[in-house]
């Protein structure tokens, strides 16, 4: 069975629109109604903050010892070190064939998708897996080793915070649904550039490790930490004083935003990317079709006219993200007693992770489930796409693409949005009462918060029901 061809349009793992089980307009409303019972029911029933306190119990002893242990670490490090490799190596020396060659699904699906599910479930799982880190960690050690002295770094600008890791974001994302362009269509970043950016950054990560160190950067600047260890903080699962143990679910979020500047910007930047990715191919496509013929008639080239237009068009994503939200803030400051906007702005953005994370679920969860059967069978077996390697016998397999069923599909994006954005009205509803000790102005505040879950609720099913259409 010769392996399916599957090009990778990555905004797209949606369900055509003809596919629909029911009209979106009725999942839209139904969703709608959805948010709105679940406001009056944390209005009526929760009156005292539950998510201040992440109650946080220390699991075994022997667990901890086993996943921190040097010979774990070393093996989940090298194993890392050397599967960055292999796609960079593919990238490079393999086919062009994005569908065939490792390093593209690797690095945009197995990795970009597979770790916010895994964090998000088991908790912040990414660093012993972190090639950089790894990197850095064996450099520093060796360097103490010689100099009998541990490196010096400089002093992390505490008012840089998070920011470099909301621009990494972004332009990671640029990176591969902008720059990998080409004829009006998304066909997916070439593995060429794909392989040289990884190694860009991979300098550019280990000089900032140098200068700031290694822990510091993955918690402030490293995109990949700062962006999957956003999603951690909603596991029941974290480590407190270098032990491993269990929490409330989603407590953790809330000092995950408030405390370090620039992580506002991430969340929002995770729900505006992803947004803007399903959207290219769909809701947007006639704006980008007719601002891209301004361009062309200017005479701009073909290829610049997308990626300039797909700018634009990503740029306003974000800030029309971060418009609803900010004015979700400021209508919560006409509630008598309110805080500062700032510390509001501060104060709620965690309560958009949970959004962030079902903006991923809906519109990679086929896609993820689809490629993962290709990166575990003919792209481990035949990396470089060059059909001569067949290193585990399973380069001659395909996908099985009636593995999930386009009602099936349809169905886990609408409950991935839905119970998204209940736990972040939830998340909202627990720190109004932190704000407002009368629980009836803390529900009124409430009511901005539920528009724009609302909001983001119907235009998430939007771009599902147009997705690709």
């Given at each position: 069975m010769s392996p399916m061809n599957l090009a990778l349009p990555f905004a797209h793992a949606l369900v055509a629109k003809q596919d629909l089980p029911i009209p979106a307009w009725?999942?839209?409303?139904?969703?709608?109604?959805?948010?709105?019972?679940?406001?009056?029911?944390?209005?009526?029933?929760?009156?005292?903050?539950?998510?201040?306190?992440?109650?946080?119990?220390?699991?075994?002893?022997?667990?901890?010892?086993?996943?921190?242990?040097?010979?774990?670490?070393?093996?989940?490090?090298?194993?890392?070190?050397?599967?960055?490799?292999?796609?960079?190596?593919?990238?490079?020396?393999?086919t062009e064939a994005p569908d065939r060659n490792f390093a593209i699904t690797f690095f945009f699906v197995t990795v970009w998708i597979g770790f916010p599910f895994a964090s998000a479930l088991l908790g912040n799982v990414f660093p012993i897996f972190n090639p950089w880190r790894a990197i850095a960690r064996v450099v520093g050690g060796a360097y103490g080793f010689v100099a009998r002295r541990r490196p010096g770094h400089l002093a992390y600008p505490e008012k840089l915070g998070r920011w470099p890791a909301a621009i990494g974001l972004l332009a990671f994302v640029w990176l591969e649904v902008i720059y990998g362009s080409s004829g009006g269509v998304a066909v997916g970043l070439e593995p060429h550039a794909a392989g040289v950016a990884a190694c860009v950054y991979t300098v550019y990560t280990l000089a900032m490790m140098a200068l700031f160190g290694t822990e510091v950067w993955c918690s402030r600047g490293e995109i990949f930490s700062v962006f999957f260890g956003m999603f951690a903080t909603l596991a029941p699962f974290g480590a407190k004083e270098g032990r491993i143990g269990r929490r409330r679910p989603l407590a953790a979020a809330t000092r995950w935003v408030a405390e370090v500047p620039g992580s506002t910007a991430v969340v929002i930047a995770s729900i505006a990317s992803t947004s803007f990715d399903g959207a290219e191919d769909g809701a947007y496509k006639s704006g980008l079709e007719h601002v891209g013929k301004w361009f062309s008639d200017a005479g701009v080239g073909p290829l610049a006219t997308i990626r300039i237009t797909d700018s634009i068009f990503m740029i306003a994503t974000v800030l029309a993200v971060a418009g609803v939200y900010l004015l979700g803030v400021k209508g919560m400051r006409s509630v008598p007693g309110a805080p500062a906007f700032r510390e509001l702005q501060r104060g709620f953005a965690h309560t958009l992770i949970p959004i962030a994370l079902a903006y991923l679920v809906a519109h990679y969860f086929s896609l993820f489930v689809y490629q993962e059967q290709a990166q575990f069978t003919y792209l481990?077996?035949?990396?470089?796409?060059?059909?001569?390697?067949?290193?585990?016998?399973?380069?001659?397999?395909?996908?099985?693409?009636?593995?999930?069923?386009?009602?099936?599909?349809?169905?886990?994006?609408?409950?991935?949005?839905?119970?998204?954005h209940v736990l972040g009205l939830t998340l909202a509803h627990d720190r109004a009462l932190v704000y407002w000790s009368d629980y009836r102005r803390a529900s009124r505040s409430q009511y901005w918060m539920l528009a724009v879950m609302v909001a983001f609720t119907c235009f998430g099913l939007y771009l599902l029901s147009v997705g690709g259409a």
């Amino acid at each position: 069975m010769s392996p399916m061809n599957l090009a990778l349009p990555f905004a797209h793992a949606l369900v055509a629109k003809q596919d629909l089980p029911i009209p979106a307009w009725l999942f839209a409303w139904a969703a709608s109604i959805v948010l709105v019972v679940s406001f009056f029911a944390l209005s009526a029933a929760w009156r005292k903050p539950q998510f201040e306190d992440e109650r946080w119990r220390p699991s075994a002893a022997w667990l901890t010892a086993v996943l921190r242990s040097w010979p774990l670490q070393v093996l989940c490090g090298g194993l890392a070190v050397f599967l960055l490799g292999v796609g960079v190596y593919s990238g490079i020396h393999g086919t062009e064939a994005p569908d065939r060659n490792f390093a593209i699904t690797f690095f945009f699906v197995t990795v970009w998708i597979g770790f916010p599910f895994a964090s998000a479930l088991l908790g912040n799982v990414f660093p012993i897996f972190n090639p950089w880190r790894a990197i850095a960690r064996v450099v520093g050690g060796a360097y103490g080793f010689v100099a009998r002295r541990r490196p010096g770094h400089l002093a992390y600008p505490e008012k840089l915070g998070r920011w470099p890791a909301a621009i990494g974001l972004l332009a990671f994302v640029w990176l591969e649904v902008i720059y990998g362009s080409s004829g009006g269509v998304a066909v997916g970043l070439e593995p060429h550039a794909a392989g040289v950016a990884a190694c860009v950054y991979t300098v550019y990560t280990l000089a900032m490790m140098a200068l700031f160190g290694t822990e510091v950067w993955c918690s402030r600047g490293e995109i990949f930490s700062v962006f999957f260890g956003m999603f951690a903080t909603l596991a029941p699962f974290g480590a407190k004083e270098g032990r491993i143990g269990r929490r409330r679910p989603l407590a953790a979020a809330t000092r995950w935003v408030a405390e370090v500047p620039g992580s506002t910007a991430v969340v929002i930047a995770s729900i505006a990317s992803t947004s803007f990715d399903g959207a290219e191919d769909g809701a947007y496509k006639s704006g980008l079709e007719h601002v891209g013929k301004w361009f062309s008639d200017a005479g701009v080239g073909p290829l610049a006219t997308i990626r300039i237009t797909d700018s634009i068009f990503m740029i306003a994503t974000v800030l029309a993200v971060a418009g609803v939200y900010l004015l979700g803030v400021k209508g919560m400051r006409s509630v008598p007693g309110a805080p500062a906007f700032r510390e509001l702005q501060r104060g709620f953005a965690h309560t958009l992770i949970p959004i962030a994370l079902a903006y991923l679920v809906a519109h990679y969860f086929s896609l993820f489930v689809y490629q993962e059967q290709a990166q575990f069978t003919y792209l481990l077996s035949d990396p470089l796409g060059t059909s001569t390697t067949d290193l585990f016998g399973t380069a001659e397999y395909g996908i099985d693409f009636s593995a999930l069923g386009s009602n099936l599909i349809w169905y886990v994006q609408v409950a991935a949005l839905i119970v998204g954005h209940v736990l972040g009205l939830t998340l909202a509803h627990d720190r109004a009462l932190v704000y407002w000790s009368d629980y009836r102005r803390a529900s009124r505040s409430q009511y901005w918060m539920l528009a724009v879950m609302v909001a983001f609720t119907c235009f998430g099913l939007y771009l599902l029901s147009v997705g690709g259409a």
